[in-house]
């Protein structure tokens, strides 16, 4: 199915030149891959293949046509150019402010149509001008797949001496996986670099100049996962759902002809395990963690983020299967309602190839997004399909304080013996588990400053001297409660007393509720 991706493209575009398309945009970094592919379509249909480029001119494979760099006087060469061809431009899009190359590009779209000739733009971004947006068809050249990859694999397997036995090579699978999502250049560049520093294709290796290939790219993060799922007190019901949810992405699940699991959003106040819990899917799940921030996905030139996301998205189907980490989405998504008056449409644009490739996606790609502000996701984000399950994740009741204070502790070599942790878990009713956590570090830092041992004295004064969120925003954390009753699935259990007033919100929202049904009746 994957090695599909680089023939679909292959048959999309032949049919867009042999349909007489004028302009086509491919956007990519791997120019030659590209230039190879045309070359051969080219081949097939006994058509020339001609590229420009503001260094070298107009050339026909390695020959020299022209010593055209101007690229007004190249787009009038090609016009007057007599036989069947494709003229590909080799990062042409900065020409596209100019007003000039914009209007001969409208001019020979009309001529174009008319004869057998097109014009390929090749570059990494997709910059267009409002007046070209309808003679333009884009497109976007795949990553290379786990078939082109494992042909690599084995041309760099075959340089070594003594070569691979085939016993070997059933590293195969686990290469091909460190390599994917890369271009076709890095993965040659990185074997090159593992067999010229380890004598062997180290995966290892490839994992780690993967991580910097793709952090260099600026969208994308590999996260370490050095924290596992145990370091996450409490959220049980959350747990259960991804252990049983664990072996989704596998290749039995497939077999099984399971449905993909496509993600969950963590809604909840901050500081309560969200982020903690994202970052330990991945390792217990035992898959990349890709984390993608948003506000990157905004930044650069103007008309790049609609690339940007693009790409992002591209990177992670690559490297699948994986987990897709979005921390605090709703920043990146707020208004998407006034976007058009503000921002020319972006915001809305970006959301909607989010919202789109989160419905239809196949890719074995589990997301995992955050949000702390409900009220600022669109109402479409939250809607069936997009995610497997909502979870609203609620302060710790008492069961999970006392298992945050054990991890704690663990943490700096201490148990729950050498403190008192009843009276403990009771002063900090109401605490999130980032507060719990400051409030331990706080305490060492009394002892530490005051040249005493580390004591129950010390935890009381900092748990006094702490001010909850729960305090302070306590009328969102109720409002936030409140959405959560029918509209997000618990990601605890609630006991004791602490079900009790729990329960004693839902009643009173779903009393709200019917309140207000019934005044709008009214």
Same mark, same amino acid.
């Given at each position: 199915?994957?090695?599909?991706?680089?023939?679909?493209?292959?048959?999309?575009?032949?049919?867009?030149?042999?349909?007489?398309?004028?302009?086509?945009?491919?956007?990519?970094?791997?120019?030659?891959?590209?230039?190879?592919?045309?070359?051969?379509?080219?081949?097939?249909?006994?058509?020339?293949?001609?590229?420009?480029?503001?260094?070298?001119?107009?050339?026909?494979?390695?020959?020299?046509?022209? $010593?055209?760099?101007?690229?007004?006087?190249?787009?009038?060469?090609?016009?007057?150019?007599?036989?069947?061809?494709?003229?590909?431009?080799?990062?042409?899009?900065?020409?596209?402010?100019?007003?000039?190359?914009?209007?001969?590009?409208?001019?020979?779209?009309?001529?174009?149509?008319?004869?057998?000739?097109?014009?390929?733009?090749?570059? &990494?971004?997709?910059?267009?001008?409002?007046?070209?947006?309808?003679?333009?068809?884009?497109?976007?050249?795949?990553?290379?797949?786990?078939?082109?990859?494992?042909?690599?694999?084995?041309?760099?397997?075959?340089?070594?001496?003594?070569?691979?036995?085939?016993?070997?090579?059933?590293?195969?699978?686990?290469?091909?996986?460190?390599?994917?999502?890369?271009?076709?250049?890095?993965?040659?560049?990185?074997?090159?670099?593992?067999?010229?520093?380890?004598?062997?294709?180290?995966?290892?290796?490839?994992?780690?100049?993967?991580?910097?290939?793709?952090?260099?790219?600026?969208?994308?993060?590999?996260?370490?996962?050095?924290?596992?799922?145990?370091?996450?007190?409490?959220?049980?019901?959350?747990?259960?759902?991804?252990?049983?949810?664990?072996?989704?992405?596998?290749?039995?699940?497939?077999?099984?002809?399971?449905?993909? &699991?496509?993600?969950?959003?963590?809604?909840?106040?901050?500081?309560?395990?969200?982020?903690?819990?994202?970052?330990?899917?991945?390792?217990? @799940?035992?898959?990349?963690?890709?984390?993608?921030?948003?506000?990157?996905?905004?930044?650069?030139?103007?008309?790049?983020?609609?690339?940007?996301?693009?790409?992002?998205?591209?990177?992670?189907?690559?490297?699948?299967?994986?987990?897709?980490?979005?921390?605090?989405?709703?920043?990146?998504?707020?208004?998407?309602?006034?976007?058009?008056?503000?921002?020319?449409?972006?915001?809305?644009?970006?959301?909607?190839?989010?919202?789109?490739?989160?419905?239809?996606?196949?890719?074995?790609?589990?997301?995992?997004?955050?949000?702390?502000?409900?009220?600022?996701? &669109?109402?479409?984000?939250?809607?069936?399909?997009?995610?497997?399950?909502?979870?609203?994740? $609620?302060?710790?009741?008492?069961?999970?304080?006392?298992?945050?204070?054990?991890?704690?502790?663990?943490?700096?070599?201490?148990?729950?013996?050498?403190?008192?942790?009843?009276?403990?878990?009771?002063?900090?009713?109401?605490?999130?588990?980032?507060?719990?956590?400051?409030?331990l570090i706080a305490a060492r830092y009394q002892a530490f400053g005051s040249s005493e041992?580390?004591?129950?004295?010390?935890?009381?004064?900092?748990?006094?001297?702490?001010?909850?969120?729960?305090?302070?925003?306590?009328?969102?954390?109720?409002?936030?409660?409140? @959405?959560?009753?029918?509209?997000?699935?618990?990601?605890?259990?609630?006991?004791?007393?602490?079900?009790?007033?729990?329960?004693?919100?839902?009643?009173?929202?779903?009393?709200?509720?019917?309140?207000?049904?019934?005044?709008?009746?009214?």
């Amino acid at each position: 199915m994957e090695n599909n991706r680089i023939e679909k493209f292959a048959e999309e575009i032949s049919s867009m030149i042999r349909a007489r398309y004028p302009l086509i945009h491919v956007t990519t970094y791997e120019e030659a891959r590209c230039l190879d592919l045309l070359d051969t379509l080219g081949k097939r249909r006994d058509s020339s293949l001609y590229i420009w480029s503001r260094t070298q001119g107009i050339r026909r494979g390695e020959r020299a046509i022209a $010593d055209i760099v101007d690229p007004m006087a190249a787009l009038k060469w090609f016009e007057d150019l007599n036989e069947k061809a494709v003229f590909a431009l080799k990062d042409f899009h900065p020409y596209l402010k100019e007003p000039g190359i914009v209007r001969k590009l409208r001019d020979l779209a009309q001529g174009l149509k008319r004869s057998q000739k097109n014009i390929i733009l090749i570059a &990494p971004v997709l910059q267009l001008p409002p007046e070209l947006a309808k003679e333009m068809t884009l497109l976007d050249l795949p990553l290379p797949s786990r078939e082109e990859i494992q042909t690599l694999i084995r041309k760099a397997g075959a340089v070594l001496k003594p070569s691979p036995s085939t016993e070997d090579l059933n590293l195969l699978e686990a290469i091909t996986d460190a390599a994917s999502g890369l271009t076709y250049d890095e993965i040659e560049n990185v074997l090159a670099k593992s067999i010229v520093a380890r004598g062997s294709l180290d995966r290892k290796l490839i994992q780690d100049e993967k991580r910097q290939i793709v952090k260099r790219s600026g969208l994308l993060e590999f996260v370490d996962t050095s924290a596992d799922e145990a370091g996450v007190g409490g959220l049980t019901h959350l747990k259960e759902w991804l252990s049983n949810r664990r072996g989704g992405l596998s290749v039995e699940a497939r077999n099984l002809k399971l449905p993909v &699991p496509k993600g969950i959003l963590l809604v909840g106040i901050p500081g309560c395990g969200k982020s903690l819990t994202a970052m330990t899917v991945g390792r217990s @799940w035992q898959l990349p963690l890709l984390r993608l921030d948003m506000g990157r996905i905004f930044a650069g030139v103007v008309g790049s983020s609609e690339s940007n996301v693009r790409n992002a998205i591209a990177t992670c189907e690559a490297v699948s299967p994986c987990v897709l980490w979005i921390d605090e989405i709703e920043k990146g998504l707020s208004g998407t309602q006034s976007s058009g008056s503000s921002d020319g449409g972006t915001t809305s644009r970006v959301f909607g190839t989010l919202l789109t490739w989160m419905q239809e996606k196949k890719s074995a790609v589990f997301v995992v997004a955050t949000a702390n502000d409900i009220s600022a996701l &669109p109402p479409e984000f939250l809607r069936k399909g997009r995610f497997d399950e909502i979870f609203f994740v $609620d302060l710790p009741n008492r069961e999970e304080r006392e298992e945050i204070f054990k991890i704690q502790l663990e943490r700096y070599g201490w148990t729950a013996d050498d403190l008192h942790l009843g009276d403990l878990i009771q002063k900090t009713e109401s605490f999130s588990g980032a507060e719990i956590e400051q409030v331990l570090i706080a305490a060492r830092y009394q002892a530490f400053g005051s040249s005493e041992l580390f004591s129950q004295k010390h935890m009381l004064q900092a748990i006094s001297e702490t001010v909850p969120l729960s305090k302070t925003m306590g009328e969102r954390i109720e409002k936030l409660r409140s @959405w959560a009753v029918h509209r997000a699935r618990p990601a605890s259990k609630a006991t004791g007393i602490e079900a009790g007033d729990r329960f004693a919100i839902r009643s009173h929202a779903l009393e709200r509720e019917e309140h207000s049904k019934k005044a709008g009746e009214i």
